[in-house]
């Protein structure tokens, strides 16, 4: 297997006209399942937004996109509290079902905190990028935690192909799965997304067991040698 040398490898704040790269991307990032029929996916896929709404998201939100040389080849993109609170996700925030006897209101119980939301995770489908996912979305956790949010959600396709993706690191660090939502894509029609939530405290020096917590400092050697 060849990878890129880590010395071409950086990850940097987005900048305005990464959105047309962005785009690119995205489209090349299909929902098809694996060979194999499982109905899964490990290559990743994206849904929704434009080269506009990149921009508008490097202006108003959180992007950090991975380049090597001088080649935009991965970003990652998250919602501050305040970008939240204007975003469609947010507006459809009842229509997720939680998994317990809460019913579609429960998360009123959160909504006084200060909020943080992992919206897209894209690399192009090459196997020295791919390595690169996990240092993406704990750049932009531990930016969204560093900005104040108290508690971060993501949403991750479980059908009708099961994204497979970030579901690692979701386990790594402890996410917790609250339910499902389902919605539909004029690109896809109808899918099914699980909702995970993120405390702070699972990525501190406290969380989890000794090798979770190794697990987690590794990462962020690994992101703070990408960021050079």
């Given at each position: 297997?060849?990878?890129?040398?880590?010395?071409?490898?950086?990850?940097?704040?987005?900048?305005p006209?990464?959105?047309?790269?962005?785009?690119?991307?995205?489209?090349?990032?299909?929902?098809?399942?694996?060979?194999?029929?499982?109905?899964?996916?490990?290559?990743?896929?994206?849904?929704?937004?434009?080269?506009?709404?990149?921009?508008?998201?490097?202006?108003?939100?959180?992007?950090?996109?991975?380049?090597?040389?001088?080649?935009?080849?991965?970003?990652?993109?998250?919602?501050?509290?305040?970008?939240?609170?204007?975003s469609?996700?947010?507006?459809?925030?009842?229509?997720?079902?939680?998994?317990?006897?809460?019913?579609?209101?429960?998360?009123?119980?959160?909504?006084?905190?200060?909020?943080?939301?992992?919206?897209?995770?894209?690399?192009?489908?090459d196997?020295?990028?791919?390595?690169?996912?996990?240092a993406?979305?704990?750049?932009?956790?531990?930016?969204?935690?560093a900005?104040?949010?108290?508690?971060?959600?993501?949403?991750?396709?479980?059908?009708p192909v099961?994204?497979?993706?970030?579901?690692?690191?979701?386990?790594?660090?402890?996410?917790?799965?609250?339910?499902?939502?389902d919605?539909?894509?004029?690109?896809?029609?109808?899918?099914?997304?699980?909702?995970?939530?993120?405390?702070?405290?699972?990525?501190?020096?406290?969380?989890?067991?000794?090798?979770?917590?190794?697990?987690?400092?590794?990462?962020?050697?690994?992101t703070?040698?990408?960021?050079?």
């Amino acid at each position: 297997m060849s990878h890129a040398p880590a010395s071409r490898l950086r990850l940097r704040p987005g900048a305005p006209g990464d959105g047309a790269a962005m785009l690119a991307i995205k489209q090349r990032l299909r929902m098809l399942p694996d060979p194999g029929g499982d109905a899964s996916s490990r290559g990743g896929f994206l849904l929704g937004s434009t080269a506009a709404q990149y921009e508008a998201m490097i202006e108003g939100a959180q992007v950090d996109v991975l380049v090597d040389g001088g080649e935009l080849v991965g970003f990652v993109t998250a919602l501050p509290d305040p970008a939240l609170r204007r975003s469609d996700v947010w507006a459809r925030r009842g229509q997720i079902a939680l998994g317990d006897d809460r019913g579609p209101g429960g998360l009123s119980a959160v909504e006084d905190l200060r909020l943080g939301y992992l919206d897209q995770l894209a690399l192009l489908p090459d196997p020295r990028y791919r390595l690169c996912a996990p240092a993406l979305a704990w750049r932009a956790l531990t930016r969204l935690f560093a900005d104040g949010s108290e508690l971060v959600f993501t949403t991750v396709v479980a059908w009708p192909v099961r994204n497979l993706v970030t579901r690692p690191l979701l386990a790594a660090i402890g996410a917790i799965r609250l339910g499902a939502i389902d919605e539909r894509y004029p690109e896809v029609g109808a899918i099914t997304s699980d909702v995970f939530c993120i405390t702070r405290a699972a990525l501190g020096p406290d969380a989890g067991d000794e090798r979770r917590r190794a697990r987690m400092a590794a990462l962020e050697r690994w992101t703070a040698r990408l960021l050079g």
